[in-house]
């Protein structure tokens, strides 16, 4: 017998030790599930809540009549709930679950696509067609013309809550429907439930809602790198405190701030969220600039339009201290992840399979815009600066076309290579995607 089976044993017959030994496992076994309950519940948010609430409303119609609760029809409740007559309620039904769940990011509104589009300026919206996999609590949202016809519209028509994803299925709980289907008739329809594909061609888009808590590793951590350095001259991996305070008062025609040089009305809005993350700490700076600071306060708080806007010496100054609070530095390293995730998407939604080639297209979304793979963005009728880059093409491919290098000048030249050659020198182990994720 080793000394070790001796101790154990001697352990074993002794009461005192051996009641010590099940208190120590009994607690290493606590700890394990405290762990596995702050994983599920904590971080991540409470986005299920919101399924929860949903399954309740449904199974308390399974059971009583509008006339039992006091309404004329079930869409009466969530309509009034949100201070509206009787109209298509698909959207009052799951705003109703996310208010209830106390979910302050879910980007409700009473309308679809004005719904999509807040999660999209959030870097929430995440495309059926890109591959992501919903979670429970996810809203989803529906274009019954197909993925494609979504893909060239941005049109939804009805949304509902994910309430259970299981074996490449999502459960839906859905107000304002009708056999299965969305009603024009708001008085008769009912809150629905069914399962159906991940596959399903109806299905568009989903929101990624909840309490965020996404780790900047693999592809992701790759795309910020490279844009950050493009933008301010350093990997994100390397930024000191004065990277955050980046201002250039005319970039091509309106101001570029922070790590990504947000342009224009990105700018303004990433102002906006420093502004909501701590409205003293932005309120404070722009005091202290008496006449200028209060100049860009109103407009952070009016949703003034910065896409023209060249701010002049004190502004800037003003701006930069903004972006150098914590309130400044937690808006860009939020929308920064958030940025390179649609990025991302976008690349998949364009078929883009090939990590090095996603990450450098990522690159160009965000200096020339989200809209680069599209033809005739431009007034004159010229495509996007993207449009024609399939999945078939690599990096290489990609970069010898020579797409975003500006026209016959070749301006940005200099930011295509350097991008090439520090993607070409990263081994294949630094695009795994070990993204954690809990606001989906």
């Known amino acids: 017998m080793t000394t070790a089976a001796k101790y154990?044993?001697?352990?074993?017959?002794?009461?005192?030790?051996?009641?010590?030994?099940?208190?120590?496992?009994?607690?290493?076994?606590?700890?394990?599930?405290?762990?596995?309950?702050?994983?599920?519940?904590?971080?991540?948010?409470?986005?299920?809540?919101?399924?929860?609430?949903?399954?309740?409303?449904?199974?308390y119609w399974q059971n009583h009549t509008p006339e039992d609760a006091g309404f004329s029809c079930q869409g009466e409740k969530y309509c009034s709930y949100f201070n509206f007559g009787v109209v298509d309620w698909c959207c009052f039904f799951a705003g109703y679950c996310y208010e209830e769940a106390g979910i302050d990011d879910s980007g409700y509104a009473s309308v679809t696509n004005t719904w999509t589009e807040n999660l999209k300026s959030k870097g929430k919206l995440k495309t059926a067609a890109s591959g992501y996999t919903p979670r429970v609590g996810n809203p989803v949202f529906f274009n019954y013309d197909g993925r494609a016809n979504y893909a060239s519209t941005n049109f939804v028509a009805h949304v509902g809550v994910v309430v259970e994803v299981k074996d490449n299925t999502i459960t839906v709980i859905a107000g304002n429907e009708y056999n299965g289907a969305t009603s024009n008739w708001a008085s008769v329809s009912y809150v629905n439930k069914y399962t159906m594909s991940i596959n399903n061609d109806t299905i568009a888009?989903?929101?990624?809602?909840?309490?965020?808590?996404?780790?900047?590793?693999?592809?992701?951590?790759?795309?910020r790198n490279v844009i950050c350095h493009n933008e301010v001259g350093v990997l994100y991996d390397e930024i000191d405190t004065s990277n955050y305070g980046s201002v250039i008062a005319n970039d091509n025609g309106a101001v570029s701030i922070g790590v990504y040089g947000w342009h224009g009305n990105k700018a303004l809005s990433l102002l906006q969220k420093a502004y909501n993350n701590n409205?003293?700490?932005?309120?404070?700076?722009?005091?202290?600039?008496?006449?200028?600071g209060n100049s860009v306060m109103n407009a952070i708080s009016n949703g003034s339009d910065w896409s023209n806007y060249i701010p002049g010496s004190s502004a800037c100054s003003c701006i930069k201290a903004m972006l150098l609070t914590d309130a400044g530095k937690e808006a860009q390293d939020s929308n920064s992840l958030e940025d390179a995730q649609t990025y991302i998407d976008i690349c998949k939604d364009n078929k883009l399979t090939e990590n090095k080639a996603i990450v450098y297209c990522c690159d160009i979304l965000n200096q020339w815009g989200t809209s680069s793979f599209n033809a005739n963005v431009y007034g004159n009728g010229r495509?996007?600066?993207?449009?024609?880059?399939?999945?078939?093409?690599?990096?290489?491919?990609?970069?010898?076309s020579q797409r975003a290098w500006s026209d016959s000048n070749y301006n940005y030249q200099s930011r295509r290579t350097w991008t090439y050659n520090y993607l070409k020198n990263l081994t294949n182990d630094k695009f795994i995607d070990l993204n954690i994720k809990s606001d989906d």
């Open 8 to 59: 154990l044993v001697l352990i074993l017959k002794n009461k005192k030790a051996r009641n010590t030994l099940i208190g120590i496992i009994t607690g290493i076994i606590v700890f394990f599930i405290m762990i596995i309950f702050f994983y599920l519940y904590v971080l991540q948010g409470n986005s299920s809540e919101a399924a929860n609430i949903a399954v309740k409303e449904y199974e």
């Open 205 to 223: 888009c989903y929101g990624a809602v909840g309490a965020s808590e996404t780790v900047s590793t693999g592809l992701n951590k790759v795309t």
């Open 383 to 400: 495509h996007g600066v993207l449009h024609g880059v399939t999945g078939s093409m690599s990096l290489d491919a990609i970069y010898n």
């Open 279 to 292: 409205s003293l700490q932005i309120s404070s700076i722009a005091t202290s600039y008496s006449s200028t």
